[in-house]
């Protein structure tokens, strides 16, 4: 299974982005998918996860309002759309996938060993 995520850029403060992964290699709704970030110095964090059909999502509390994930699974691929970007967002933005689907639980869902295969990454900076 193979991720590949793009989508990543420099924008200022305010903006907005979508990132997008793009899974290939086998069934993409069998797949509960994961988005990620790593900011420079620091660990990786969960940033949201959504369901195989789509029907569930989940977000990082802090960033509510500003982020939502989708997913198409006709075109085997999950979205991340980022508004009222922030300095603070600034990082690099990883998708990961899940072939349990095991996202329901919190401890399950924001642990990255519970996801099998991770896109490259991509780099989002957020300019003041």
């Known amino acids: 299974v193979q991720l590949q995520a793009s989508g990543g850029g420099l924008v200022q403060a305010g903006g907005s982005l979508r990132l997008s992964c793009a899974v290939s290699g086998d069934t993409f709704s069998s797949y509960a998918m994961a988005w990620f970030r790593q900011a420079p110095g620091k660990e990786r964090e969960f940033v949201t996860a959504i369901s195989r059909t789509g029907g569930t999502t989940f977000l990082r509390n802090s960033l509510k309002g500003r982020f939502t994930v989708s997913r198409d699974n006709a075109k085997n691929t999950v979205y991340l759309q980022m508004n009222n970007l922030k300095p603070e967002d600034t990082a690099v933005y990883y998708c990961?996938?899940?072939?349990?689907?095991?996202?329901?639980?919190?401890?399950?869902?924001?642990?990255?060993?519970?996801?099998?295969?991770w896109g490259q990454g991509t780099l989002v900076t957020v300019s003041s």
């Open positions: 990961a996938a899940d072939r349990e689907g095991n996202i329901l639980a919190k401890r399950n869902r924001e642990n990255e060993g519970t996801y099998e295969y």
